[in-house]
Nanobody, 116 residues
Framework: QVQLVESGGDSVQAGGSLRLSCVASGSIFSINAMGWHRQAPGKERELVARITRGGSINYESSVKGRFTISRDSAKNTAYLEMNNLKPEDTAVYFC??????????WGKGTLVTVSS
């Protein structure tokens, strides 16, 4: 089992920045990839960014150049640095981890609200 706790969500104006954190606990040795997904009201949950233990990274196209995902394995933490935020980035952001045996775990989410 892996437990995830996200933090860092807030309300900001367009153009602002936020840093989300996701701390993992439990069977952390089993974690391969860590990532961030988001779900806006009335929309499906979508991948924002993902980073593997080996360092491979992928981003959703609309956040490329604005968001940066990183991972501190020593702290069992993944970060999402979000710059130049736009109103369309408003969503609940969820941390997700994938284990080497194919299991996935989700955090409860943290709300990001961007006003114009």
């Amino acid at each position: 089992q892996v437990q995830l706790v996200e933090s860092g969500g807030d309300s900001v104006q367009a153009g602002g920045s936020l840093r989300l954190s996701c701390v993992a606990s439990g069977s952390i040795f089993s974690i391969n990839a860590m990532g961030w997904h988001r779900q806006a009201p009335g929309k499906e949950r979508e991948l924002v960014a993902r980073i593997t233990r080996g360092g491979s990274i992928n981003y959703e196209s609309s956040v490329k150049g604005r968001f940066t995902i990183s991972r501190d394995s020593a702290k069992n933490t993944a970060y999402l640095e979000m710059n130049n935020l736009k109103p369309e980035d408003t969503a609940v952001y969820f941390c997700k981890v994938e284990t080497y045996i194919g299991r996935t775990y989700w955090g409860k989410g943290t709300l990001v609200t961007v006003s114009s």
